[in-house]
């Protein structure tokens, strides 16, 4: 894994995680086509990596399959990385995601990150109709070992795969007598509890804390990322990274009405109704109870949301007492203009390239 430099005068490297959100009013279409847009608005302007979350049955949200998308960005962007953040492995099978990586990094050689998480990605009964068994979370360590047996053609000699090869990757060079691609993609251990910081310091892989889903302990998961990271053959040194939401707008007052659309769907699932990402404006005409709009003031809070001035100092906050590596920002609202705009403000605030 190279280790990137700063973004601009950042004291950090710099990211962008695409949830795909899609506001009441607005398409599929309409999002996909913003999303092509904001990725080729990050790579021009510098940041590191461009993400996107696998989600299902929300119509909040655009994109249940990453990949796609990713295959997609490749011929829109030039430089930036671009990467499932996540990829919700016990949703899939591993070799099928081998394959696709592995194809991934043949369009776009040395661009691809593969992000790994264990959550569903929706609700419960969605995850039943993907197939997925009660204990699925608890088979994660293993799926992600057999993953990589695929990616890296490496499995013990009496493994019952060992004969099953991943196509494009090592075997398939080896087989066609041509040298092995120099690159492969980036694997990436994802969470949002010390779970996770386990996983990735003892497979000695980078690791990506998600912030955006509350306030998680993330001190305590980077401590025992660090205290427990086991170098590998990709990865000398810990490298830590930390997602949070984060809005900005030269008006402070319209990032926060913006906020509260997410805070809104949040609520939403906690009431167990759909996903659904309404305008400020219904969001502000809301009647609910006092319990109610405190949940939905504490969920606008967690968004970082004001000018840029205000959201970088927040973010250098963070990356001080999480001593992360990188901060990936979390583009939230209902309008995708204010996901845009935040990420030129931020890049306009830290001087980050233009061209």
Known sequence: MNMPNHSGSAPFVLSVLDNAFTGVGHTAENTIQEMIALAKLADKRGFQRFWMSEHHAMPGASVPSPQMMVARLTGETERIRLGAGGIMLPNHVPLVVAEQ?????AMAPGRIDLGLGRAPGTDGATASALRRHQAANDEFPQQVAELLGFLENNFPKDHPYNAVHSVPGPWQAEQNRVPPSKTAADIW?????????????????????????????????????????????????????????AIADEDPIEARRQSTSSAMAMLRMFQRKPFALLPPDEVAAFQGNTQVHQIIEQYTDQTLHGTAAEVTKSLESLQEQTGVDEVMLVVQGHSRRAQSRTVELIADHYGMPNH
């Not at 305590?220 to 053959?233: D, L, T």
């Open 189 to 245: 251990i994802l969470g949002s509890s010390t779970y996770s910081a386990h996983l990735a310091a003892q497979l000695g892989k980078p690791y990506a804390f998600a912030l955006q889903f509350g306030n998680a302990d993330v001190l305590s998961a980077m401590r025992i990322y660090r205290e427990n990271f086991r170098p590998s053959k990709i990865l000398a040194k810990p490298y830590s990274l930390v997602s949070i939401g």
């Open 101 to 105: 990586f592995g194809m991934l990094d």
